[in-house]
């Protein structure tokens, strides 16, 4: 297998789509596919009715037919559900999560790597986070059966996944702890979610080992996963806080600017000697989508460099077309803003946001919007009184937080990223026909401005090859 030079970045809910990567991959490159609520959007595109057959041919490779009827009779919608009707959610994740959810988070994340395969020899790879780890274990799984070349994976320290892919590659069961808040000696349950492949398939031949890279921010970090991690690590994307959606927080104390965003210094800065004393390829990330700053990244000894904000806002991505046109029409116009808002995301880590009307950036929009906590995919587990383990998030009702233990000081600015990042994907909530549908939320990385290249007065759009063309001069 082939190392590659550009990596497409494994972007939101939904940005990064099967559509998205197979178009990176057939030009020769790593395109990625977001793990990320891969079970909610593939059970509200399933709603939507499926109409041009994708999903459908997909499933018929599935390698058990009846896991695929049984998603197909709880979820799919012939000619898709009423505009205003509210789509059925899937159950939330938990420690013991249900045979239906799991069967569906495999399912759904097979059919995403396998049409992202499907027609070429290219690399594909997926992207989760570490910060969501309930459902990981069935996605990976899911993602296997397809034949996923590459997992990604950054938002924290995911020091198991390495030997996760080697057990399950083999099809043995697998466990992962999952971290809690709050004293875990006094936990009467192990904080650790349990995945046994032979429950739901029987499988007489391994899977392809896919190979892992690791989203860091620091060599520190880097280091100790290539020394500590469970397995083999195969490499490493460095990504800085200029790139799009979450970023590392600053190291040390938190200290803000007059525009309320972190500011970052030359401790932040990752050391690439460093980086290539571990022998190992890395990418760097972080406003790296031209040619020269792909050049810059080879004299500094990286692989290559991974991409995201041009290839978000291309023809091929999954954000609605009509905030992809906002946003370029704003670049066009001098009048794109990001701001890196600390509180933004439940996850506790600075998220970027493009400042655009009519979604949850705007304060009267996230004012309006009742707080409601039912995908759950940012919640923190934490260890209640009973010595059990319990579920909660800063984006929930500000009530049921704190009375979970909660701190009042964590729900101010707390945005619902689950169901804003789908609706920003056409894919948001909308409970019933007289209410606002979800308010969508729309990241992008410093290098947005940088799209101007791409557009022109008489020309709001571009293609994933125009993007790779303008980076390798392929």
Known sequence: MYEPVLIQGGMGVGVSNWCLAKAVSSQGHLGVVSGTLLEQVFARRLQEGDFDGHLKRACLQFPDQDICDRVWQTYFIEGGKPICAPYKTAPMFSLIPSKELVELTILANFVEVYLAKEGHQGLIGINYLEKIQLPTLASIYGAMLAGVDYVLMGAGIPKAIPGVLDRLSKNLDVSL?????????????????HFSPDKFLTMTQDLKRPKFVAVVSSHTLAMNLAKKSSGKVDGFVVENHTAGGHNAPPRGTLKLDENNEPIYGPRDNADLEEMKKLNLPFWLAGRYGTSEALKQAKQAGAQGVQVGTPFAFCNESGIDKKYKTEVLTKILHGEAKILTDYRASTSGYPFKVVELEQTISQK?????????????ALRQAYTKDDGTIGFRCPGEPEEVFLKKGGNEDEIEGRKCLCNALLATVGLGQQRNCGSLPEPAIVTAGDHLVELSQFISP??????AREVIQS???E
């Open 177 to 193: 702890k999952i971290d809690v808040a709050g004293p875990t000696d006094k936990l009467s349950q192990e904080p650790v979610v």
């Open 364 to 376: 009267d929009v996230y004012e309006n919007r009742k707080r409601i906590c039912d995908l759950g």
């Open 458 to 463: 008489t020309k709001l759009s571009y293609s």
């Open 471 to 473: 980076i390798t001069g």
